[in-house]
Nanobody
Framework: QEQLVESGGGLVQPGESLRLSCAPS????????IGWFRQAPGKEREGVSC????????SYAESVKGRFTISRDNVKNTVYLQMDSLKPEDTAVYFC??????????????????WGQGTQVTVSS
């Protein structure tokens, strides 16, 4: 089964950083847009960031703009989410998923596939 695998989560204090990684089990990332999503307990899934495959165009939710940076390394076949200046409200399970095209639209999450199991990010003092 073609699935993405997330890693890099953990427990950090407010203001600290984490870098999440997203790697596929059986396909090349370079042909697809990749999105990061998160879901906190009792809340709906939220689109966090997206990166297109062809030109690397990125997009971010307003809540993370200026603090998070998405990037991709097509040689390592991995997409990263660098999260700086973390806040308690960033606490959630973070997932990456594959766009159905080489584009990336966070508002179309239901069209994304190859969802991973997620990685827990907890920001607490």
């Amino acid at each position: 089964q073609e699935q993405l695998v997330e890693s890099g989560g953990g427990l950090v204090q407010p203001g600290e950083s984490l870098r999440l990684s997203c790697a596929p089990s059986r396909f090349r990332l370079g042909y697809f847009g990749i999105g990061w999503f998160r879901q906190a307990p009792g809340k709906e899934r939220e689109g966090v960031s997206c990166i297109r495959s062809q030109d690397g165009t990125t997009s971010y939710a307003e809540s993370v703009k200026g603090r998070f940076t998405i990037s991709r390394d097509n040689v390592k076949n991995t997409v990263y989410l660098q999260m700086d200046s973390l806040k308690p409200e960033d606490t959630a399970v973070y997932f990456c998923a594959r766009s159905p095209t080489n584009g990336c639209d966070l508002s179309a999450a239901t069209l994304f596939g190859s969802w991973g199991q997620g990685t827990q990010v907890t920001v607490s003092s």
